[in-house]
C-alpha cells in the first residue's frame, strides 16, 4: 500500500465493518483494474470516517452501521433514481456533502448528486488519497462538516450535510444553507433535480420541483 493511503487510514476512525479474510469476488469485478489496491484498502481497514466524518469510506460486509458498500450500490437504493447516469460505478466512499467518489474504467471519479455529472479525479486510489489529503478542507468538505457539528452536534453516521437551496441553483456554502439529512434521502431528492436538469443547456433558469415528502 502507497503511503497516501497509509496516511489516510491513520487519519481515519477504527473500522466500521468486520474484519476481511477474503475479499468479495463480485466487488473485486466491479472495481475492475483498481480492484488489488482497492482489496488491500478494506482487508487493512474496512470502511472508516475521517476529517471528522467529513469522508466516509463504506465497508464491505457485515457492518454495525447503516450501509455498506453492497447495500449502498444495490440498484433498489438510490442509484436506480439517476438512470443511466450511475450506470456503471462502484461507489465506495461520499464527502461531506454526499458526494461520491466511485470506481469505474480504472479511474477513480468524483459524481455530482445536484447534477449526476461525474469526473475523472485520479487514476489510482493512492493518487486520489493524495489528492484528499493536499487539501482536505476542500476535497471532503472538512471546513464546513467541521463548523456544522460545532454548532448543531455530532453527525449521524447515516446522515451528511446539504444545501436547503442546492448549490447549482445558486445555493451559498454558508452554514445558514446547510441542514442534516439521512443519505439515502438526500440522493434521492438530488437525482428528482438531476433528471430535471439534465437536458437544459448551460446557463438555463432552474425551476426545481420538489417530490412529496422532500
Keep these: 500500500m502507497g503511503n497516501n493511503l497509509q496516511k489516510l487510514l491513520e487519519f481515519g476512525s477504527d473500522p466500521l465493518g468486520a474484519y476481511l479474510i477474503d475479499f468479495p469476488e463480485d466487488i473485486a469485478q466491479q472495481a475492475g483494474t483498481l480492484s488489488a489496491e482497492f482489496a488491500g484498502l478494506c482487508l487493512q481497514k474496512n470502511g472508516f470516517f475521517a476529517f471528522e466524518s467529513a469522508l466516509h469510506v463504506f465497508p464491505v460486509g457485515n457492518t454495525l452501521h447503516t450501509y455498506n458498500l453492497q447495500r449502498w450500490n444495490s440498484e433498489t437504493l438510490w442509484r436506480s433514481e439517476y438512470s443511466d447516469m450511475a450506470e456503471g460505478f462502484l461507489f465506495f466512499a461520499q464527502d461531506a456533502f454526499g458526494e461520491q467518489f466511485g470506481l469505474k474504467d480504472g479511474y477513480v471519479w468524483r459524481f455530482n448528486p445536484e447534477t449526476g455529472d461525474s469526473v475523472q479525479i485520479s487514476s ?91
Design 124 to 214: 489510482s486510489l493512492e493518487e486520489w488519497a493524495g489528492l484528499l489529503l493536499s487539501d482536505y478542507e476542500y476535497e471532503t468538505g472538512y471546513i464546513f462538516a467541521h463548523e456544522w457539528q460545532n454548532r448543531k452536534g455530532r453527525l449521524l453516521a447515516d446522515h451528511r450535510i446539504l444545501p436547503l437551496v442546492p448549490f447549482v441553483a445558486g445555493g451559498k456554502y454558508e452554514l445558514t444553507n446547510f441542514y442534516s439529512e439521512n443519505m439515502v434521502a438526500g440522493m434521492k431528492s438530488r437525482a428528482n433535480l438531476a433528471r430535471q436538469i439534465r437536458d437544459l443547456p448551460n446557463g438555463s433558469p432552474i425551476q426545481i420541483k420538489f417530490l412529496e415528502g422532500n
